[in-house]
């Protein structure tokens, strides 16, 4: 995990690769460097949880259908606070890339620049339509042409692409009545590993039922002598986008903040290339 640390904790400040943050920068690297906190919080209290196991394996037998259902249930859901964190976590590294866009646009000369949002957009076509106008207008064209070099759209950078698509949920749809807030339904998945004991008449594995909070992840015959033991990893993540539901919420955050970091420092040492820093 990169271990962020806040502004007041770091002389100078020095960005991660030991460079001086020039102080038309330090807003942007605070609230992606904040982020950390919360990461960290994050961390302690999913360890926490899952240290109280708080689920349990058992066999449920279909004697009609002559199947036993090896099966792993959840007794406590995740904290709910973990949504409100990740939600944090994500608000800040998204707002940290508009603040770098702003910056720059200030560095230019602009009195008052509106128009500096880092350019998202659903196609690469999407983005490169943006360099010049609409609400990157503001932004130098070197700075901008940086930022799209990162592939910030849906079949580019998956993490970048995902940070985005949070924070627009977060911000526009989601409630703290779900189990999450960054995220419209933040569950605990659950993966095992292989099993090569699969019967046609048996449905595919693993099965995971939200109503229940239970994951099927075995079917054999019931005059079958296998005894399939579990090898499940349990994890709290992102219910969306799909590209993220197979990991642990925590190592996508992690790897969205080491992206943010790369596209602040190369933002910043575009601006000091083409004369915006002093």
Known sequence: MVRHRHMDDIPGPIRPDGKEIHSV?????????????????????????????????FVEVDAEA??????????????RILGHIAADVVSNLRASLDQAAYACALASGLSSP?????????????????????GCADLPLEIFDVMASFRPFEAGNVYLWALNKLNNAHKHRL????AGSAIHAMEAVLRRMPFDFFWSDVPPMPRWDPSRQELTWASVNLDSELQPKPQLQLFVSFSEPKELTAQPALAAMNRMGEIVVEILMRVEDEARCIGLLQ
């Open 25 to 57: 920068f330090r807003v942007p690297w605070e609230t992606c460097i904040y982020s950390g906190r919360h990461m960290a919080e994050f961390a302690r209290i999913d360890k926490n949880y899952f240290a109280s196991s708080p689920g349990e394996d």
């Open 175 to 178: 409630t703290v009545t779900n």
């Open 66 to 79: 002559r199947v036993r259902h090896y099966k792993f249930r959840y007794k406590a859901p995740p904290p």
């Open 114 to 134: 509106r128009k500096t949002y880092f350019p998202f957009g659903k196609s690469e076509a999407d983005v490169a339509r943006l360099r010049g106008t609409g």
